[in-house]
């Protein structure tokens, strides 16, 4: 069975882009493959934070995921935090990737704009994404469009590492969807959907109020020309193209057939309320469920940071041995 390994900052609630641009593939992919999923909560300190907004966060998180359908008997998930060698495999990881590369991420430079004090963390942090990653020995990635030059990255250093020392980590590779890869501020459309949006006007999240929902995509910015169409390319029409795009990854309904069936934006916006409203009232009434037992969702992510740590350790000891240290 193939590996797979992703992750998700606790970093605010969960919405729709994480959910079809990533979340949904690792449901789908855990009776495909042998799974790890992480609470990331290292990566949700790289910007300012809450230490007790962080902890309900990482709460919160791990009852979604499992709202969503990710099942405990097949998927092992676990906080990041939980399993130490992560912070540790990302120490040989700054050690393995360069400056230069650091400094050409492209997210690095978009959330540390404009901001007074970045967190010297914030520019390390896709280190650490490769460690998470390579660790598990990974072989796919589900991960949304926005981090396919992180993905890029730890696989050169997954080679550099193997290539200087000796094959101790498997060379990963993305798994990004077809459609809902880049799902789009509803507000502004040239902006992806982001958690960390100074409005949540233009996102839509999974534990929404369904007439909230229903507002936030009434109000969506399109354009002036009311004509339904889905190019992606064109600035002018990202909004709609957004869109097109939502109701595609809920139905499976090619964008551009989409686009035929309506003969202007309203019909558009209401028929994809009614089906993401439709969508996500399964899985709110999942969350209500778990969110009952908080006791069991500890017990869960325990059990799943010791698979994780027993996976991880091994290839961490790997790791160390190769770059030269000595075994204590
Ligand atoms: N708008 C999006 N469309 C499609 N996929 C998306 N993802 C994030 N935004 C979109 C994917 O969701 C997964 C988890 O993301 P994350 O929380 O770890 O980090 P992020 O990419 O930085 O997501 P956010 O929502 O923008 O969070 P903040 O604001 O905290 O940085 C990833 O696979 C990501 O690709």
């Known amino acids: 069975m193939p590996r797979i390994f992703s992750g998700i900052q606790p970093s605010g609630s969960v919405h729709l882009g994480n959910y079809l641009g990533a979340l949904r593939n690792w449901v789908s992919e855990q009776h495909e493959a042998d799974c790890y999923y992480s609470i990331v909560d290292l990566h949700a300190i790289t910007a300012e934070h809450n230490p007790e907004a962080l902890r309900d966060a990482t709460k919160e998180l791990a009852t979604t ?13 676990f906080v990041q935090s939980h399993v130490p060698e992560h912070a540790q495999l990302a120490w040989i990881m700054e050690s393995t990737v360069t400056f230069g590369e650091l400094s050409r991420m492209t997210q690095f430079k978009d959330k540390g704009r404009g901001e007074e004090k970045v967190r010297a963390s914030l520019f390390t942090y896709p280190a650490l994404m490769a460690a998470d ?44 969807p077809k459609v809902g890869a880049r799902v789009m501020d509803l507000q502004n459309p040239l902006k992806k959907m982001s958690k960390s949006s100074s409005s949540d006007a233009g996102l839509i999240y999974l534990n929404e109020d369904p007439s909230r929902i229903a507002k936030k995509i009434k109000r969506a910015v399109t354009d002036t020309e009311n004509k339904v169409a889905y190019e992606p390319t064109n600035p002018a029409k990202a909004g709609v193209s957004n869109l097109l795009e939502i109701y595609s990854a809920l139905t499976s309904i090619p964008p551009e057939d989409a686009a035929d069936r309506f003969s202007n934006y309203g019909a558009l916006k209401s028929e994809l309320a009614e089906i993401v409203i439709e969508h996500l009232t399964v ?8 969110s009952g037992d908080p006791s069991e969702l500890l017990r869960l992510l325990k059990i799943g940071a010791a698979k994780a740590r027993a996976t991880a350790s091994s290839t961490l000891s790997d790791a160390k041995s190769a770059i030269g240290f000595l075994a204590p």
């Open 133 to 176: 990653i390579l660790l598990y020995r990974t072989d796919k990635v589900p991960v949304g469009d926005d981090q396919r030059q992180h993905i890029e990255l730890a696989r050169d250093a997954a080679a550099r590492f193997n290539n200087a020392y000796g094959e101790v980590f498997t060379v990963p590779e993305s798994m990004i």
């Open 65 to 77: 995921l499992f709202a969503i359908g990710l099942d405990p008997d097949i998927s092992c998930l």
């Open 283 to 290: 899985i709110q009434s999942r969350i209500k469920d778990i």
